[in-house]
């Protein structure tokens, strides 16, 4: 497989507004936390569009769903706010039952026309199986898939669902790029090694779903890229970008 080469952001004219479309809280750090903080401090705006409240990720019987979604939410906001990011979105659908279907596409086409942003991160709804031991999430596919059918091309043409244009004053926009996480076939790899450290702390907010957060950060310390050391660690999170017309 050729090997994606390293994105260079200098072609970014100026300061862009980045929204960042996943299914649950904790997806945005897991997936590309370390890229996100780094542009953050390079003084991009980044809003996150949560599709689930992520109500069923948990192994204690004693914890209603209900109750877990408002934890979730929390330490989603904390998560964020350790990334520099100070607006997160939540749909609030039911834990792994999302589906891309038209009603989906029609609220993330209208955050896209709210926020209007440049950029949209999202996940790959083609990615099945990662390595030989995990399945994807099925509402990481979900929320892919329906994402990109929003911003091409219900978020860009007025005519798709035209009670946005017409009712709500929503004016159509065209996204500029995407950016796949959670792909098999990723084409810019981003240098994230300074900011690798904020990633972990920002996950460890997570708190309802990570565990050991020593173990945690251990894991996440041994992602290091081939060839690099523990002494001198190199770290990157990949993309498929894709830049529109």
């Known amino acids: 497989m050729q090997m994606p080469h390293v994105a260079a952001f200098d072609d970014w004219d100026g300061p862009q507004q980045i929204l960042v479309v996943l299914a649950h809280p904790d997806d ?17 705006q980044v809003t996150y569009l949560l599709l689930t409240c992520g109500d069923k990720g948990t192994k204690d019987i004693s914890l209603a769903g209900e109750k877990l979604c408002s934890l979730r939410q929390a330490e989603q906001k904390a998560a964020a706010a350790v990334l520099g990011v100070e607006t997160v979105h939540f749909l609030n659908h039911p834990d792994g039952y999302l589906q891309a ?21 999202t996940c790959d709804p083609t990615t099945y199986f990662l390595g030989d031991s995990h ?44 950016w796949i996480c959670g792909t098999l076939s990723p084409s810019v790899s981003v240098d ?15 708190k ?38």
């Open 135 to 178: 399945i994807n999430h099925a509402d990481h596919r979900a929320a892919g898939q329906a994402a990109l059918d929003a911003v091409y091309p219900a978020a860009r043409d007025h005519l798709y669902f035209p009670e946005l244009w017409l009712e709500e004053k929503l004016e159509p926009h065209a996204v500029r790029e995407v």
């Open 192 to 206: 994230v090694t300074d900011t690798w450290e904020i990633k972990i702390q920002a996950l460890r907010e997570h």
């Open 28 to 44: 945005p750090e897991f997936f590309c936390g370390a890229t996100l903080a780094r542009w953050t401090a390079a003084g991009h």
């Open 208 to 245: 309802t779903q990570i565990g050991d957060p020593q173990a945690l950060a251990e894991r996440m310390r041994s992602r290091r890229t081939p060839g690099s050391s523990a002494q001198s660690p190199r770290y990157q999170e990949t993309f498929r970008r894709i830049k529109l017309p």
């Open 101 to 121: 279907d038209l009603n989906l596409r029609r609220e993330i086409t209208r955050v896209i026309r709210q926020v209007r942003p440049d950029i949209l991160v």
